[in-house]
């Protein structure tokens, strides 16, 4: 299995071991664990991947952010509802970890890039160098600085 494929594959089996545990009432500690996991997780690694972050632990800190943040829309979108269920809000988050999981397998089988823009291969070098400067703490260069460019 390569990299690319290894965090929506760990994704997938959080979520159903998740949604395994609480369905089949496994006992607590061990249903708390994994269900802890997965709503600190699985819900931001189902979507930060797809921003397209180059460092794994940017990525990471994003990911257990974004988990919170939907976590949270979920339940207070179910309480002002009125219609609290922790079951279902943990429904609503494993159908979304299966579905952003889903798509980043497909999207990285089809290749298909970030922006239409960037299907220019000239504008994708040129990304791809401004990227590396910016990434790199640095300036760049008045040949890739944007404002300098458009003038």
């Known amino acids: 299995m390569t990299a690319a494929r290894l965090w929506p594959a760990g994704v997938a089996a959080s979520t159903a071991a998740a949604v395994a545990a609480t369905a089949l009432a496994l006992p607590n500690p061990g249903r708390a664990v994994l269900v802890f996991w997965f709503l600190l997780a699985c819900p931001g690694l189902a979507i930060v991947p797809l921003f397209g972050v180059r460092r794994r632990t940017t990525e990471l800190m994003l990911a257990v952010a974004a988990s919170l943040v939907l976590d949270t829309l979920v339940a207070e979108t179910m309480v002002l509802a009125k219609l609290w269920s922790p079951t279902a809000g943990l429904a609503i988050l494993a159908a979304l970890s299966f579905g952003g999981a889903a798509y980043q397998l497909k999207r990285r089988e089809r290749d298909v890039p970030v922006s239409p823009v960037a299907a220019d291969p000239e504008h994708h070098a040129y990304l791809l160098a401004l990227r590396r400067y910016i990434n790199a703490g ?14």
């Open 138 to 151: 640095g300036h760049p260069p008045p040949e890739l600085d944007p404002v300098a460019r458009d003038a």
